[in-house]
């Protein structure tokens, strides 16, 4: 398992950005492929987006495609979470996940993330 810290939550409007950062402990970061989850107040956490390993591959929610990108720094064991046009509920706890498997080009469940971060607080206002 690594260690996962995430950074960049706050609150911002309607229509505008934030950029999430989730910093990973250990050498083998590039071994793992690396994902974004939400959870809103009353509701269950839902898939955002994932990312491959070498960051070659990339998924997203619905919800989120073509608002949100997410990327890979693998010389700073870092992946960000890059958030446009931001909508009020986009509110919520967003979490920084990893797992050594590869994932297939689909929906993630959320075991099949080993490692989870603490999250961080995204709040939109209208």
């Known amino acids: 398992q690594v260690q996962l810290v995430e950074s960049g939550g706050g609150l911002v409007q309607a229509g505008g950005s934030l950029r999430l950062s989730c910093t990973a402990s250990?050498?083998?970061?590039?071994?793992?492929?690396m994902g974004w989850f939400r959870q809103a107040p009353g509701k269950e956490r839902e898939f955002v987006a994932f990312?491959?390993?070498?960051?070659?591959?990339?998924y997203y929610a619905d919800s989120v495609k073509g608002r949100f990108t997410i990327s890979r720094d693998n010389a700073k064991n870092t992946v960000s979470l890059q958030m446009n046009s931001l909508k009020p509920e986009d509110t919520a706890v967003y979490y920084c996940a990893a797992d050594s498997r590869m994932m297939r080009l689909r929906v993630p469940s959320l075991t099949d993330f080993g490692s989870w971060g603490q999250g961080t607080q995204v709040t939109v206002s209208s």
């Open positions: 250990g050498r083998t970061f590039s071994m793992y492929t």
């Open positions: 990312i491959s390993g070498s960051g070659g591959s990339t």
